[in-house]
């Protein structure tokens, strides 16, 4: 390649999710790596084999391929599906509508669920371990019968034998800690050269610098979360041996409490700008929290006199209802503060989910961890007692003591298999409803283009109405969305009644003036929610599984970590790591070093679009003149600008135009269900970002290119939808237009 002014221009190809092949990026069966690593690479075909795919004569195809990133190891893949819900959680903050919030009021409120989550992943491993295994199976002869896995616990006092279980939650901690940090290794090296430290008044975009770097706060987080979950484990160990305390215990109890209560207050708070004081205070949190853990575990190692009683292993179930009540009360305060943010700071167009994406998200986060740890609980409380299903209003056999997991997790699989019902009929008559408009308006779009087709083409010109209303269905599931928020903010509020031991069972009795059959329908809808969402949770780990031994199934399973991680970790640390902190960073620096040679159009389909932008966005201004960007296939406007307006929403796109000299063409297709124009079409002004060179920034694809068949075919030409653009002619005279747009004076268009 030349390197002077008037070297070879570039062709950057950036593939979407789920990953893909050098090969199949560069349409080429023989590559190599010019750059990069196994886990991000760019690629070109080897030399002396031939051209890409798609190629235009005098510009060099070059592939960047990020998708291992995210679908690489069968480990990392399948070891993320527990980290679901924290990934939810994380997400959920970019969906407000001001970027001023991050570290604010609202930022703080989501750190604090983000906080209840780890919190509550902590309970459940308690419930299994302490308080199913140790405190209510143990101590029955029939329990362990046959288990010599459980027969040597017997032979521990009570409080000894709850110390050792305790480590069982705090190994998990260090599990999860253990998770993202292996995860983030591929991400090495990769930070941002000038950091800026979080404010909470602080407006922020993608082209702040630094805006990619989340190590600092994902440390600070990491600390606070491992603070608040030793601390958890510390107070339901010391509330278990409560019938042996003396001074020293109460001390211990005063003082778990308090870690805990410091680590709340520290969510609340910005993460400290300098980088040597949050080291010292974060080595302070992390000796203080072992402390208190290593007395805790000592001290009910070396305490006699403790009784175990039938029931519930002290003060658990109180924490269990109190977490989930104080969720709740979480999400209604997001909800509050989102849509007041909402009219402070309107959008230029309508929200997607109506501005609640973000209280949407939370509650979405918090269901599928209370999916997860009710699953664990009453899964484990079935095998301990053989295969009855635990039920206040059936108890066990004495002699297999009374295996019942709280009354908070029952309410939790009833208000699931609720929302779960609810929100399936919603969705089938909300398309159902729409489907008459959705048909409607694919008619007008097969009117317009195909105006002369014959009367033989009918059926197949069903087939393509139906495909552009089906790609349609996106835009119609916002109000389902919105009542499944609802409904999960109204099971969690049903949970309050557990702080009065009121469950299911009972409340159905009362109603029905105390009648039995009343009381036992109850039961069994309660159970059969238990065992829906036990089999969705399985149905999950299933995935997780064949992730190990199908690389087709990491690629499924990666479609939703490339959705989820693209953007930092600002609330959860256990989510796991933002893949753009390594390849919007490595793409600007390698489109830099092209642009310093000859002219760069970043090509990016579909996600990788957005990454592509996000790249722009953070150029240096001398490459800004030798860069222009091709997006097809694009969620930039149809998805990710109403979802994340904040980010990417009418301001940035037109930012993003403007540094690009409005060097950008956006391909599309009526049929995409995921793509779309970016700008509005007018015949007048005013024009969007009050320019009229947004007008010529999309171009609209026919698809498919007819309905009847080629003379030279023997089929009529396929519907393209999603993939591919590159072989399209569009896409090439799109790349030559751009090229020539950015080469430099004194030079002519490449040849042909």
């Not at 295969?387 to 939790?412: K, M, Q, S």
């Not at 092209?594 to 722009?616: D, F, K, M, Q």
């Amino acid at each position: 390649m030349e390197t002077d002014d008037g070297g070879e221009p570039v062709e950057l190809r950036v593939h979407g999710v789920s990953g893909a092949s050098a090969e199949k990026i560069l349409d080429h069966p023989i590559t190599a790596r010019v750059a990069g690593d196994r886990h991000a690479g760019f690629y070109r075909v080897r030399p002396g084999v031939g051209t890409a795919g798609g190629a235009t004569a005098g510009v060099a195809v070059e592939a960047y391929r990020w998708g291992a990133l995210t679908a690489g190891a069968a480990v990392r893949t399948a070891s993320m599906l527990l980290l679901l819900p924290f990934m939810l959680s994380n997400v959920a903050i970019w969906l407000r509508p001001s970027s001023a919030d991050r570290f604010g009021l609202l930022g703080g409120l989501c750190r604090l669920l983000a906080g209840s989550l780890t919190m509550s992943f902590t309970l459940a491993i308690v419930g299994a371990t302490m308080n199913l295994v140790g405190w209510q199976c143990v101590p029955y002869v029939q329990c362990r019968e046959d288990r010599p896995y459980l027969s040597w616990l017997a032979a521990l006092p009570v409080a000894p034998r709850l110390a050792v279980l305790a480590l069982v939650p705090l190994l998990s901690l260090r599990l999860f800690w253990s998770i993202g940090a292996r995860s983030a290794r591929a991400f090495e090296g990769f930070g941002a050269s000038a950091p800026q430290p979080p404010s909470s008044e602080a407006t922020e975009n993608l082209s702040t610098p630094g805006f990619w770097d989340d190590a600092r706060v994902t440390s600070w987080l990491r600390h606070i979360h491992v603070g608040l979950g030793a601390g958890t484990v510390d107070i339901s160990l010391l509330m278990g041996v409560s019938d042996g305390w003396n001074l020293a215990g109460r001390l211990l109890l005063y003082a778990a409490v308090g870690l805990v209560a410091f680590c709340v207050v520290l969510l609340c708070l910005p993460v400290p700008a300098g980088s040597v004081r949050a080291r010292r205070f974060l080595r302070l949190l992390w000796a203080t929290a072992a402390a208190v853990t290593v007395l805790t575990i000592s001290y009910a190692a070396s305490t006699g006199g403790v009784r175990s009683t039938v029931g519930q292993l002290p003060g658990y179930e109180g924490s269990v209802a109190g977490l989930v009540a104080a969720q709740g009360l979480l999400l209604v305060l997001i909800a509050v503060l989102t849509l007041a943010r909402q009219r402070a700071h309107p959008a230029g167009a309508r929200p997607f989910l109506y501005g609640l994406g973000t209280p949407l998200v939370a509650a979405l986060s918090v269901s599928v961890a209370s999916a997860f740890t009710a699953t664990l609980v009453f899964r484990v409380a079935d095998q301990l007692d053989r295969g009855r299903i635990p039920d206040p209003f059936r108890p066990n056999p004495p002699a297999l003591g009374p295996l019942e997991p709280p009354v908070t997790y029952w309410w939790a699989a009833l208000a699931g298999l609720t929302a779960l019902l609810f929100v399936t009929v919603a969705a089938a008559v909300t398309l159902l409803a729409s489907r008459r408009r959705r048909r409607a308006r694919a008619q007008r779009v097969i009117e317009e283009d195909y105006p002369d087709a014959p009367a033989a083409a009918r059926s197949r010109l069903g087939a393509v109405r139906d495909t552009i209303a089906r790609s349609h269905v996106t835009e119609e599931l916002g109000p389902v969305l919105v009542a499944f928020f609802v409904i999960s903010s109204l099971g969690l509020a049903a949970v309050v009644l557990d702080l009065v031991g009121v469950g299911p069972t009972q409340i159905a009795a009362q109603i029905s003036g105390h009648s039995r059959g009343t009381a036992v329908l109850a039961a069994y809808v309660t159970d059969a929610g238990i065992w829906i969402i036990s089999l969705l949770v399985i149905g999950l780990l299933i995935v997780g599984f064949r992730a190990y031994r199908s690389a087709e199934t990491r690629r499924l399973v990666a479609v939703l970590w490339d959705l989820g991680t693209f953007w930092p970790r600002t609330v959860h640390p256990f989510a796991p790591p933002c893949y753009a902190a390594r390849a919007v960073p490595e793409l600007a620096k390698r489109v830099s070093a092209l642009a310093a040679r000859g002219p760069v159009v970043i090509s990016g389909h579909s996600h990788g679009s957005v990454l592509a932008a996000a790249t722009v966005l953070q150029l240096p201004s001398a490459a800004l003149s030798r860069v222009a960007l091709l997006s097809y296939g694009s969620p930039l406007h149809r998805i990710y600008a109403r979802l994340y307006p904040a980010y990417l929403g009418q301001q940035t796109l037109c930012e993003l135009g403007k540094r690009l000299d409005w060097r950008w063409r956006n391909l599309w297709r009526d049929t995409d269900p995921i793509g779309g124009p970016v700008f509005a079409r007018r015949r007048e002004p005013p024009y969007p970002c009050d320019a009229p060179a947004t007008q010529a920034v999309d171009v609209r694809l026919r698809d498919p290119r007819a309905v009847t068949v080629d003379p030279a075919d023997t089929v009529p030409p396929p519907v393209e939808r999603h993939w591919p653009y590159h072989t399209q002619p569009e896409y090439q005279a799109a790349l030559r237009e751009l090229t020539d747009q950015i080469r430099p004076p004194g030079h002519g268009p490449p040849a042909g």
